[in-house]
Nanobody, 125 residues
Framework: QVQLVESGGGLVQAGGSLRLSCAAS????????VGWFRQAPGKEREFVAA????????YYPDSVEGRFTISKDNAKNTVYLQMNSLKPEDTAVYYC??????????????????WGQGTQVTVSS
């Protein structure tokens, strides 16, 4: 089993920045892909970013490309999501997820085996 704990959410004004952290524990050696997803009220869970655990390959959807950056510190078993130029539409609960495999469908929640509890990000206009 892998446990994931997110932190770093909060309230920020439009144009501001936040950095989310995802600390992994347990059988971290089984992790291949780590992703961030978000879910706003009344909307489906949306892919935000992904990174391969053993490389620097990163993936983003168009909606956050150039504004969000995913990174990791393998020594600390922690993945980060730096979010800049935040917009009110970025408001959501952000979830960290870890998968035991890599696939070209890294944007699909179905790829991931473990999920954190989520952290709220609210961007005011």
């Amino acid at each position: 089993q892998v446990q994931l704990v997110e932190s770093g959410g909060g309230l920020v004004q439009a144009g501001g920045s936040l950095r989310l952290s995802c600390a992994a524990s347990g059988r971290t050696f089984s992790i291949v892909t780590v992703g961030w997803f978000r879910q706003a009220p009344g909307k489906e869970r949306e892919f935000v970013a992904a990174i391969k655990w053993t490389s620097t390959n990163t993936y983003y959807p168009d909606s956050v490309e150039g504004r969000f950056t995913i990174s990791k510190d393998n020594a600390k078993n922690t993945v980060y999501l730096q979010m800049n130029s935040l917009k009110p539409e970025d408001t959501a609960v952000y979830y960290c997820a870890a998968g035991k495999y890599y696939s070209r469908t890294y944007y699909s929640a179905a790829l991931y085996d473990y999920w954190g509890q989520g952290t709220q990000v609210t961007v005011s206009s």
